[in-house]
């Protein structure tokens, strides 16, 4: 696609419940990232990707939090057991990135939301 | 270890009057540096990029920025604000040849407000 992808754009789930997120990068791009912004909030760093590795993911909040990126492609970020302050919109980003960074560009992002 | 501090949280002007966001850095080797933007309820838009080339750096829609290694500072400018450009601006800092990557390390956002 033109873009990077997330789905869904929305969710709506019980506490307690796990769920997953999906990444669809820019095809090519080989750097990866999740953040969160809660609402009024900063965007807080989760993981990041380069390929199919994490070099990166002491932003992780909980060992409930996990992301797995397969085929240099998709990444999947899963919460399991969630909670109310699990709540915020979760932003993927890629970038074309082998000898330092270019341009990161975002998806619209998945609102999370735990009743 | 790298890290962005903006200095205000809100800033607001008047239409038509200078526009300044300002970001300090901290990163251990040569950084690169950006700032996005976001607008209510949409994703997130860089605005520009400085990758060691020019220390002023010129964006979209009239922003730039200017690098000053010896401040470590890389503050956002526009000559003339637009209702428009009322959002949510954000400086991000990357140190591209460290082992780990190139996380991107974000501040904490100045929301800018623009009175008519």
């Known amino acids: 696609g033109a873009g990077v992808s997330q789905s869904p754009s929305n969710k709506v789930t019980e506490k307690g419940k796990d769920v997953e997120l999906r990444c669809d990068p820019i095809s090519g791009h080989t750097a990866l990232y999740w953040y969160r912004q809660s609402l009024g909030q900063g965007l807080e760093f989760l993981i990041y990707?380069?390929?199919?590795?994490?070099?990166?993911k002491s932003g992780l909040p909980s060992d409930r939090f996990s992301a797995e990126r397969t085929g240099g492609s998709v990444s999947t970020l899963t919460i399991q057991r969630t909670q109310q302050e699990d709540s915020a919109v979760y932003l993927c980003a890629s970038s074309f990135s082998l000898q330092g960074p270019t341009e990161a560009f975002f998806g619209q992002g998945t609102r999370l939301t735990v009743v | 270890a790298q890290s962005v501090t903006q200095l205000d949280s809100h800033v607001s002007v008047s239409e038509g009057t200078p526009v300044l966001l300002r970001c300090n850095y901290s990163?251990?080797?040569?950084?690169?540096l950006f700032w996005y933007v976001q607008h209510p309820n949409k994703g997130l838009q860089l605005l520009l990029k400085?990758?060691?080339?020019?220390?002023l750096v010129k964006g979209i829609n009239g922003f730039e920025a200017e690098f000053k290694k010896s401040e470590t500072s890389f503050h956002l400018t526009k000559p003339s604000a637009h209702m428009s450009d009322a959002a949510e601006y954000f400086c991000v800092v990357s140190d591209p040849w460290k082992s780990s990557g190139d996380k991107l390390t974000f501040g904490t956002g100045t929301r800018l407000a623009v009175r008519p």
């Open positions: 400085y990758t060691s080339a020019a220390t």
């Open positions: 990163s251990s080797y040569s950084p690169s």
């Open positions: 990707f380069q390929g199919n590795s994490a070099p990166d």
